[in-house]
């Protein structure tokens, strides 16, 4: 009861930071997970925007940020914000007032204003020269191609790196291309500097592949020793969570396997703020304490977020067995956690999801009012 009163503030001082920047409600959420989500273009969103479907088409007004994650995404509005995107295929033709950050295996700007920076990454990324940035653009794939105005600098590295005729860079050009193709237009317009990165490799008299091969194997006991230590830990915690809380743990992966994209979002959220919130309490003295405290309490969710969601997937795992112990169904999915997490880029993106999904399941399950049966 205690801990509650103490995370009590800091979630209300999270929640008002947001409100502060948000016209309406701090945020509209929308999941289609096997649908398609449109914003029409007479529709016209005054929050930020969360979408989680299929696929996704923005072709209104969003006076916010977008987050959005789906196969395929087409933004064709205006969005009085930043954008957050993530997807197969990205198409954007509309208007951001803000920064465009996006990863995706295909991307294409055509025809876009960008009143911020490009920081996209994806295997084929093309912006066009109907294209307009008033920031910089940041970049890296395997084949990019940029022919639009770019207020400031390029940085891009790729395999093959190909700047239009119509290509105009206010500042300078980054590029690194390796023993890569890279074409530069004769064209293409650059107020600054140009800037390649190349890499060269000379043969040494060593057996690099003996090198090669003991950096592999240390690599991989180092990494197979840490694994080790690190899921025998979470399990310890793990284990003393469900002894001193077991109500507040099972409610809590309840909440991740009942409401995933709920949670989800709302753990994103308070990630998102925390930093922000806590730099506005640092800058005075008399919120220095409450700072300090609010990382420890942050600290002490963000493991207990991994533990709940690894309750909630071994028991979804082991709905079947209803003899299965909780204890035992909770290493499971710990283990299948770590498993993929081993997995590059997928176990990071994963890593995320796990996150902010029970860090928002834990923090639903603190507001929840909890019934008591009468005796």
């Not at 640092?282 to 420890?296: D, E, M």
Request: a positive charge; one cysteine or more; proline letters at 2%.
């Amino acid at each position: 009861m205690c801990m509650r009163k103490l995370l009590a503030p800091l979630f209300i001082f999270i929640f008002m930071f947001f409100g502060l920047h948000a016209n309406t409600v701090y945020a509209k959420v929308i999941t289609e997970k096997e649908g398609n989500v449109t914003i029409a273009k007479s529709e016209v969103i005054n929050d930020d925007l969360f979408i989680g479907a299929k696929s996704v088409t923005v072709d209104g007004i969003v006076n916010g940020d977008i987050f959005v994650g789906a196969e395929a995404i087409k933004i064709g509005g205006t969005v009085n914000g930043n954008i957050h995107a993530a997807a197969k295929t990205i198409e954007m033709s509309g208007v951001v007032r803000g920064n465009m950050y996006s990863g995706a295996q295909n991307i294409l700007v055509t025809g876009s204003r960008i009143g911020g920076s490009l920081l996209l990454g994806g295997a084929s990324l093309t912006i066009d020269k109907n294209t307009s940035v008033a920031g910089s653009i940041l970049a890296g794939s395997e084949s990019l191609m940029i022919d639009s105005r770019v207020t400031r600098s390029v940085y891009a590295g790729a395999g093959n790196f190909n700047l239009g005729s119509g290509a105009y860079i206010g500042k300078d050009l980054y590029y690194a291309s390796g023993e890569s193709k890279a074409t530069i237009s004769p064209d293409a317009t650059i107020l600054g500097s140009t800037f390649k990165s190349e890499y060269t490799y000379t043969k040494p008299n060593v057996d690099v592949g003996a090198m090669q091969k003991s950096a592999m194997k240390a690599a991989v006991a180092t990494k197979v020793g840490i694994t080790i230590v690190w899921f025998l830990g979470t399990l310890l915690v793990g284990f003393v969570y469900m002894k001193l809380a077991e109500k507040q743990f099972s409610q809590s992966a309840g909440i991740v396997s009942q409401s995933f994209w709920k949670s989800l979002g709302l753990g994103f959220l308070i990630a998102m703020a925390f930093i922000p919130a806590i730099i506005i309490l640092g800058v005075t003295v008399v919120g220095l304490p409450l700072a300090g405290l609010s990382v420890l309490l942050f600290i002490m969710y963000s493991c207990l977020a991994g533990i709940v969601v690894a309750r909630a997937l071994g028991s979804a795992l082991l709905k079947a067995n209803k003899k299965a112990p909780v204890f035992g169904a909770f290493a499971l999915g710990l283990l299948l956690i770590k498993i993929v997490e081993m997995i590059p880029f997928i176990g990071f993106m994963t890593g995320l999801v796990i996150f902010w999904s029970g860090l928002g399941a834990l923090t639903m399950q603190l507001f929840t009012k909890q019934k008591v049966a009468k005796s």
